[in-house]
């Protein structure tokens, strides 16, 4: 069983940083991928980025590619998601995720595990 413990969310002005942090338990092969979701009100929930836990290989959406970058530590137990450059649109709630499969990293269907999540606020 996987276990995901979001951290690091907050309040912050546009052009501002944050860094998430998710905290993963169990077994790697259970979650050789991990994502980063987020959701805003009244919104679909999208993809932000994603690891592979084993390899290391990032993958990030277009929408947040060169502000956010996904990395995890030397032990493959903590994902980070740095956000720089943070804009009003980036409010959400943000969610990790993770999953055995390899496949499909931005499709929320995809991953069997999530966090509770940690609310981004981005004033203007």
């Known amino acids: 069983q996987v276990q995901l413990v979001e951290s690091g969310g907050g309040s912050a002005q546009a052009g501002g940083s944050l860094r998430l942090s998710c905290a993963a338990s169990?077994?790697?092969?259970?979650?050789?991928?991990m994502g980063w979701f987020r959701q805003a009100p009244g919104k679909e929930r999208e993809a932000v980025a994603a690891?592979?836990?084993?390899?290391?290989?990032?993958l990030t959406a277009d929408s947040v590619k060169g502000r956010f970058t996904i990395s995890q530590d030397n032990t493959k137990s903590t994902v980070y998601l740095q956000m720089n450059n943070l804009k009003p649109e980036d409010t959400a709630m943000y969610y990790c995720?993770?999953?055995?499969?390899?496949?499909?990293?931005?499709?929320?269907?995809?991953?069997?595990?999530w966090g509770q999540g940690t609310q981004v606020t981005v004033s203007s």
């Open positions: 690891i592979y836990t084993l390899s290391g290989a990032a």
């Open positions: 995720a993770a999953d055995a499969s390899l496949l499909a990293w931005a499709e929320s269907q995809a991953y069997s595990y």
């Open positions: 169990g077994a790697i092969d259970s979650r050789r991928k």
